[in-house]
T-cell receptor, first 115, second 114 residues
Framework: AQSVAQPEDQVNVAEGNPLTVKCTYS??????LFWYVQYPNRGLQFLLK??????LVKGSYGFEAEFNKSQTSFHLKKPSALVSDSALYFC?????????????FGSGTRLLVRP | DTEVTQTPKHLVMGMTNKKSLKCEQH?????MYWYKQKAKKPPELMFV???????INESVPSRFSPECPNSSLLNLHLHALQPEDSALYLC?????????????FGPGTRLTVL
């Protein structure tokens, strides 16, 4: 069964500093991985995805993620954090190769960027 | 444009009520999804519609009844819900473009069952 784990419930970082939100995965077959962000009382916004190719994936709002096959990780990164980046971040993996499939989400990591 | 709209934003209902949630997308996507998200938890899949046909039902209780009238619309009919069904209900859509397919989510409907 496909799964992702987010080992940190919360990440605290000062504005202007680099941030990393961790995600590890366990899959049978090739991993298809996603990052979403959720602001309070809002839906999920797609940030980026890894399907194949370059291990460094660039996404929306200056975020990027590094895919590491040997460590089975897909960490989300940003070189310089903004207070407005404070939100709940979910890592997800595709479960199923049919046209109908579901996303399996990690438990979420709350990012708090202090001024 | 990657917009999925959901109405209403908030819904309060009693356990004997019948209500419906509505989801709409105009991106030409062929798959639509209902997810349920409890507070401080990740979303969990409920249903998937592919080309207007129900393709995945994650063993959801029959008090939740999905409907896909056309490729742009997805409804979730609610009847005889329980207080534990209170949650954020998220709709998503995707193009069904192979392994690179991306699901785009609406803002959700916050449901409270009294």
């Amino acid at each position: 069964a496909q799964s992702v784990a987010q080992p940190e419930d919360q990440v605290n970082v000062a504005e202007g500093n680099p941030l990393t939100v961790k995600c590890t995965y366990s899959v049978s077959g090739n991993p298809y991985l996603f990052w979403y962000v959720q602001y309070p009382n809002r839906g999920l916004q797609f940030l980026l995805k890894y399907i194949t190719g370059d291990n460094l994936v660039k996404g929306s709002y200056g975020f990027e993620a590094e895919f590491n096959k040997s460590q089975t990780s897909f960490h989300l990164k940003k070189p310089s954090a903004l207070v407005s980046d404070s939100a709940l971040y979910f890592c997800a993996v595709r479960d199923g190769m049919d046209s109908s499939y579901k996303l399996i989400f990690g438990s979420g990591t709350r990012l708090l960027v202090r001024p | 444009d990657t917009e999925v709209t959901q109405t209403p934003k908030h819904l309060v209902m009693g356990m004997t009520n019948k209500k419906s949630l509505k989801c709409e997308q105009h991106m030409g996507h062929r798959a639509m999804y209902w997810y349920k998200q409890k507070a401080k938890k990740p979303p969990e899949l409920m249903f998937v519609y592919s080309y207007e046909k129900l393709s995945i039902n994650e063993s959801v209780p029959s008090r939740f009844s999905p409907e896909c009238p056309n490729s742009s619309l997805l409804n979730l009919h609610l009847h005889a819900l329980q207080p534990e069904d209170s949650a954020l209900y998220l709709c998503a859509s995707s193009q069904e473009s192979g392994v690179g397919d991306t699901q785009y989510f609406g803002p959700g409907t916050r449901l409270t069952v009294l």
